[in-house]
T-cell receptor, first 118, second 111 residues
């Protein structure tokens, strides 16, 4: 089946650091990728929708200048948390929308990135 | 805004028991996912449904579009089924929209 690789799986860094998270579709082209965030004991929440070659669409309450999304190719989207602070500590997970042979199960999830800001 | 409610929030059962997890949603949808999230956070998509019933191994998922309700069943449950099970829906309008998630059901199967 379709595979989505997310890297890194865990990041621990100091407040003020910018952190980049990569999401790659390994064996299919993903015209759309989604970024989600999950705080402890909370449900996953959609942060933004990333379309290849165009600007990301952010959900209400998500700062686009803080969470920079780049979807430069059909297999890669990146989320950069700029000047991260402890309140940004969370579990970030991406998913990719496939078409064609995998269209019966259109969203494929990465394994997530656990971000801890000290 | 689409609300997704799951029940129960927590469920502890003995190995071999039949498990049912329920999901209700408030607006029209194009599809519903059942997802399994492991302790490390990784998510596996179990089913995507738009109508009827699907079965995969010991897992069965059903959906009633009119009643805006879906259930996930696990037969002959096993400790390795212990995980958080999440219901997620695509709003009507197609799959190119992000999912709205329920809060999940934390399932523990004791040997």
């Amino acid at each position: 089946g379709a595979v989505v690789s997310q890297h890194p799986s865990r990041v621990i860094c100091k407040s003020g650091t910018s952190v980049k998270i990569e999401c790659r579709s390994l064996d299919f082209q993903a015209t759309t990728m989604f970024w989600y965030r999950q705080f402890p004991k909370q449900s996953l929440m959609l942060m933004a929708t990333s379309n290849e070659g165009s600007k990301a669409t952010y959900e209400q309450g998500v700062e686009k200048d803080k969470f920079l999304i780049n979807h430069a190719s059909l297999t890669l989207s990146t989320l950069t948390v700029t000047s991260a602070h402890p309140e940004d500590s969370s579990f970030y997970i991406c998913s990719a929308l496939s078409r064609g042979v995998y269209s019966n199960q259109p969203q494929h999830f990465g394994d997530g990135t656990r971000l801890s800001i000290l | 805004k689409n609300e997704v409610e799951q029940s129960p929030q927590n469920l502890t059962a003995q190995e071999g028991e039949f498990i049912t997890i329920n999901c209700s949603y408030s607006v029209g949808i194009s599809a519903l996912h059942w997802l399994q999230q492991h302790p490390g956070g990784g998510i596996v998509s179990l089913f995507m449904l738009s109508s009827g019933k699907k079965k995969h191994g010991r897992l069965i998922a059903t959906i009633n579009i009119q009643e805006k309700h879906s259930s996930l069943h696990i037969t002959a449950s096993h400790p390795r089924d212990s995980a958080v099970y999440i219901c997620a829906v695509h709003a009507r309008g197609g799959g190119a929209d992000g999912l709205t998630f329920g809060k999940g059901t934390h399932l523990i199967i004791q040997p």
